[in-house]
């Protein structure tokens, strides 16, 4: 009863660089992250698709700025991502290809130093001495928009897949 009790409460981590470094106040970062996957998709028959491949290309832009949260050391980072795929495999018999491309779900990410880490300006960094730190964060991540049941499928409306 226990563990089921406890794995309601925990939730899968997410590696975030920056997510726990202290920053000199109203520091801002923008990056870029590009990823590339290419394979087999592995459906297990859960789908009458055989010989699925993919290629995917997923280019993200990030915005990350430091601000002062009463008094603590805290961030906030915006991502937004955009797929581009193209899709292969036999379905029911007949070859098929899909190209699909458009914004994924984007990300939300408040962060902040809960002890250890006050706010500061990049002149009071040089001479603050790192100790113990404690730090929370808030993430949100989920769909752009939502797609109306009469615009599925018209180009430049469908969703990522096969």
Same mark, same amino acid.
Request: proline letters at 5%; charged letters at 15%.
């Given at each position: 009863?226990?563990?089921?009790?406890?794995?309601?409460?925990?939730?899968?981590?997410?590696?975030?660089?920056?997510?726990?470094?202290?920053?000199?106040?109203?520091?801002?970062?923008?990056?870029?992250?590009?990823?590339?996957?290419?394979?087999?998709?592995?459906?297990?028959?859960?789908?009458?698709?055989?010989?699925?491949?993919?290629?995917?290309?997923?280019?993200?832009?990030?915005?990350? $700025?430091?601000?002062?949260?009463?008094?603590?050391?805290?961030?906030?980072?915006? %991502? /937004?991502?955009? !797929? =581009?795929?193209? #899709? $292969?495999?036999?379905?029911?018999?007949?070859?098929?290809?899909?190209?699909?491309? %458009? /914004?994924?779900? !984007? =990300?939300?990410? #408040?962060?902040?130093?809960?002890?250890?880490?006050?706010?500061?300006?990049?002149?009071?960094?040089?001479?603050?001495?790192?100790?113990?730190?404690?730090?929370?964060?808030?993430?949100?991540?989920?769909?752009?928009?939502?797609?109306?049941?009469?615009?599925?499928?018209?180009?430049?409306?469908?969703?990522?897949?096969?």
């Amino acid at each position: 009863m226990t563990s089921l009790w406890a794995a309601s409460l925990v939730f899968a981590q997410d590696l975030a660089p920056r997510a726990y470094l202290i920053t000199p106040l109203q520091a801002n970062a923008v990056t870029m992250t590009y990823s590339y996957y290419t394979g087999n998709l592995l459906l297990d028959g859960t789908a009458p698709i055989t010989g699925a491949t993919a290629s995917t290309s997923i280019p993200i832009v990030t915005m990350y $700025h430091t601000l002062d949260f009463f008094g603590r050391s805290a961030n906030v980072l915006v %991502g /937004l991502p955009y !797929g =581009v795929g193209n #899709f $292969h495999g036999t379905i029911l018999g007949a070859e098929k290809s899909a190209y699909r491309s %458009g /914004l994924m779900d !984007g =990300v939300f990410r #408040f962060s902040v130093n809960l002890k250890g880490g006050p706010a500061m300006t990049a002149a009071e960094m040089q001479k603050w001495k790192q100790k113990t730190i404690y730090r929370g964060q808030l993430q949100s991540a989920g769909p752009n928009r939502t797609i109306r049941s009469d615009e599925a499928g018209q180009s430049g409306h469908k969703p990522l897949g096969l």
